[in-house]
């Protein structure tokens, strides 16, 4: 799951670089607000799945990490992993 998620950043936001760390923070790759926005589209589009926006929050689409248990969690009808408490999300 992290290498399709990756493949979908990498390829609609080349700011991010080829190579993007699992754990790297998509902020400090360039990443703007509207730019979040389009990932969760582009998500929902590539996944078929729906981002409700109560499982939007600090730290949630952070990383390609995340970003997959995220898509995984929607995938497999499992429960959302609480928002993450980190630095980064204060």
Excluded: H, W
């Amino acid at each position: 799951m992290e290498e399709r998620v990756k493949e979908l950043i990498v390829k609609r936001f080349p700011c991010t670089g080829p190579n993007l760390g699992y754990t790297d923070l998509l902020r400090e790759k360039g990443f703007t607000s509207l730019m979040f926005v389009e990932l969760i589209l582009s998500l929902e589009e590539e996944f078929g799945i729906e981002i409700l926006d109560e499982e939007i929050g600090p730290g949630r689409f952070s990383t390609l990490e995340r970003i997959a248990e995220y898509v995984r969690c929607k995938l497999d009808g499992r429960p959302i992993p609480a928002l993450p408490v980190c630095q980064e999300c204060r």
